[in-house]
């Protein structure tokens, strides 16, 4: 059984020059918590109920701590959100958003190997994860890794046309590269997807 939310978590103003916490994709999350196995997912009279009772306590309590982190991470409670993250993880340890969102952490922490290995476990989890390819794409530009980071970038926007953050990083690549043309085309795309942008 799966169970959906949409954890609205605020408004977060883009630059388009240089990081910051606002550039990685932490600013609505919509969470799908999956189903957990038991080791004995036979459903016979005695056990369907509890069975199913232990899977939802468990998705119910990895969403909560990964709303609990969010919270932390909005605080500036770094290090009680890669608690929270690293919880949600343990009960679920497929829970493509948790790993993206301890990669955020890292990746504001600097801490760039242990957020490219959270993006990495996220994409790994769920190949169609859009804000992971985003998210380790600004770890890849941060790197000068220019090639890597236009790669992610293209995923995310291929897996979601509307993704301006993904536009936005994109063009910044762009510009660094001295490809002026092509960044301007992305920074115009992501404006027109998310006129916040336009305040850079």
Known sequence: ???????????ITIALVGYS?????ISTVEIVTPSYSTGDDRLTPGNSEAIVSQKDSSAQDAESYLKKAVKHYNEGKYEEAIADFNQAIRLNPKYD??????????TLLEKNEKALADYNQAIQINPKYAPAYNNRGIVYRRQGKNEKALADFNQAIQLNPKY????N????????QGKNEKALADFN?????NPKYAKA
């Open 1 to 11: 059984m799966k169970h959906i939310t949409k954890l609205i978590i605020g408004l």
């Open 21 to 25: 916490k606002s550039e990685a994709e």
């Open 97 to 106: 958003k948790a790993y993206n969102g301890r990669g955020l952490v890292y």
């Open 164 to 167: 301006a953050k993904a536009y």
């Open 169 to 176: 990083g994109r063009g910044l690549v762009y510009r660094k």
């Open 189 to 193: 795309q992501a404006i027109q997807l």
